[in-house]
């Protein structure tokens, strides 16, 4: 999606350093950058959008291929609990979370509806109408994109640039912002080049988070490849992790989420879905606390939630029909007798009551994650403590941050979407401010 892409040419003209008192040039066309761009130029501000990728938005797009999560329509309070650090996005989240994210999509045509686990879709789903209409709005208010821009380079108040001709161009700005993104899909843009730009006390690691992980399951487990283990729960056991595991910049202030109910993916590396994802901080947890050396760590399921021990022990004690089909009359189907006969040792398979007590705690150990660029989003970047309350880099006061390239997390859900909005809406503010700008009249 172009949407009319301003020339290298014209831009080098209008963009001589110092020929503009209020020029904001921003780094990334992602949600963050897009939001940060619509505040500024609705006060007045020229803003350039350098975009390294050949049209803007492209994660924004991938992830409505199955139907745009923009946020979710829980409490508040509940909301803010499920980002990690939560204390920093609190305040922006409450500023513009749902109920204005769905009121500002009402304004740029766009009709939303909250489903029935509380998340909130585009009622068209798809996020290319969205999209559209964002961009066209931007245009409207004379922002500038440049797309196939790659920024090598920042000092002070001024870029280094180069262009889709390999040419290289330095600007200077009255500010700058960065909405790189993390370092998961690449391939969309979001590759973690930026982190050259930061000195490394400025930054945690990068993580996969919203990732699969992975199991070493037996040839026999095969046929069930891409089914679904329907309505199980999964809890992470975090008891005695926390003196085992070493505290990093990485780890959250606010407890993890330990249970979640729904459906499992099992896949030929292991197992996800977004059960997975909720879970991802509490597995980190366990993996880093796990003194195996092979970084071992357990999941466990209730492959049976809505039944007692006791009803699956009474429906497996028939001894005149085989464990099979006492199992299916229990309430499994294939996926989950075969996901049981690959966590329960050969041992127990004549012992019935320990047949129970696995189907409503089945021990699933993992290996590890996914590897980051299969990730839906990372954690770790920039750390909140080189920035200000105004997200604004200490160390040079020109530039500001905002999205996914900050050091946060969340699951998926709306949460990611939702976060990044509020982050550029509050940087748009925080640089209007350092300009001293006054909105249009």
């Known amino acids: 999606m172009n949407d009319g892409q301003n020339t ?16 904001v040039a921003i780094v990334g066309a992602g949600a963050a950058g897009l939001m940060a761009a619509e505040v500024l130029s609705a006060k ?27 946020s979710h329509a829980e409490p508040s309070e509940q909301f803010v609990s499920r980002y990690a650090p939560s204390e920093p996005l609190a305040k922006m989240v409450a500023d513009f979370g749902a109920d204005a994210i769905r009121a500002w999509l009402d304004d740029l045509g766009v009709q939303t509806y909250i489903g029935s686990s509380g998340r909130i879709f585009p ?8 999209l559209r209409a964002w961009l066209g709005r931007l ?7 440049f797309y196939r821009h790659r920024v090598q380079k920042i000092c002070g108040n001024t870029l280094e640039i180069v262009d889709e001709t390999s040419a290289c161009q330095t600007h200077t700005f009255s ?18 080049a930026w982190q050259a730009w930061f000195a490394d006390d400025e930054l945690a690691p990068l993580f996969a988070s919203n990732v699969g992980v992975c199991c070493a399951w037996s040839p026999f487990a095969a046929p069930i490849f891409g089914q679904a283990l329907k309505r199980v729960q999964a809890k992470v056991c975090l008891e005695n992790t926390h003196h085992k595991a070493q505290p990093t910049a990485n780890t959250p202030q606010n407890t993890p989420e330990t249970t979640a109910i729904g459906d499992i993916v099992v896949s030929h590396y292991g197992l996800e879905s977004g059960v997975i994802y909720r879970l991802g901080r509490a597995l980190r947890q366990t993996q880093q606390a796990s003194q195996t050396g092979k970084s071992a760590f357990t999941l466990w399921l209730d492959l049976l939630p809505e039944r007692s021990e006791r009803e699956i022990l009474a429906a497996l004690k028939d001894k005149k029909r085989s464990l099979t089909t006492c199992l299916k009359k229990a309430g499994l189907d294939a996926v989950k007798i075969t996901i049981l006969r690959e966590c329960v040792p050969k041992e127990s398979w004549t012992n019935r009551s320990h047949i129970a007590h696995a189907i409503k705690n089945l021990p699933v150990p993992l290996t590890g994650f996914r590897p980051m660029d299969e990730a839906i989003s990372t954690g770790g970047g920039v750390r909140f403590s080189a920035v200000n309350d105004a997200l604004q880099l200490k160390s040079n006061p020109f530039v500001f941050c905002a999205g996914e390239m900050l050091d946060w997390d969340a699951p998926t859900g709306g949460y990611l979407l939702t976060a990044c909005l509020a982050m550029g809406r509050k940087v748009g503010h925080n640089v209007a401010q350092f300009l001293t700008v006054e909105p249009k009249s």
């Open 8 to 23: 290298p040419a014209r831009a080098s003209g209008d963009l001589q350093a110092g020929a503009h008192d209020k020029t």
């Open 139 to 145: 245009h409207h208010q004379g922002v500038r994109f």
């Open 175 to 192: 500010a700058i912002i960065l909405a790189c993104g993390g370092g998961s899909y690449a391939r969309l843009g979001s590759d973690g």
């Open 123 to 130: 009622v068209e789903m798809k996020a290319s109408k969205f």
């Open 44 to 70: 007045g501000v020229r803003v350039f959008v350098y975009e390294q990728m050949p049209s803007a938005g492209r994660k924004i797009l991938w992830a409505g291929k199955t139907g745009l999560n923009i």
